[in-house]
């Protein structure tokens, strides 16, 4: 969150919804998903391709939350959302 907030005041020319812009929400979407990706596979000993599919869900589902949070805090509707989209993929690759 603090990655696209930066990136997105100094780098971000095209908005998106609740003054975010897409920059913003592209490093939101990267930075999370490489975070998590090297803690799944480093504290959880996941194969590189599972964690990549739980991270990259994961992330999106943050990202979209955190691009359309308005009267929810984003620091209650970004992990809520992120932990929707790691069900998901564990639904969908167990």
Avoid: Q
């Avoid at 990706?37 to 739980?54: E, N, R, T």
């Amino acid at each position: 969150d603090p990655a696209a907030a930066i990136v997105g005041r100094r780098f971000g020319r095209l908005r998106l919804f609740n003054g975010r812009t897409l920059e913003g929400s592209l490093t939101f979407l990267a930075v999370g998903a490489l975070v998590s990706w090297l803690w799944l596979i480093s504290v959880w000993s996941l194969s590189l391709m599972y964690a990549w599919k739980m991270a990259l869900l994961g992330s999106l589902f943050g990202c979209i939350a955190e691009l359309f949070s308005r009267r929810i805090d984003d620091n209650l509707s970004i992990p809520v959302a992120s932990a929707v989209g790691v069900l998901v993929a564990l639904a969908f690759w167990i």
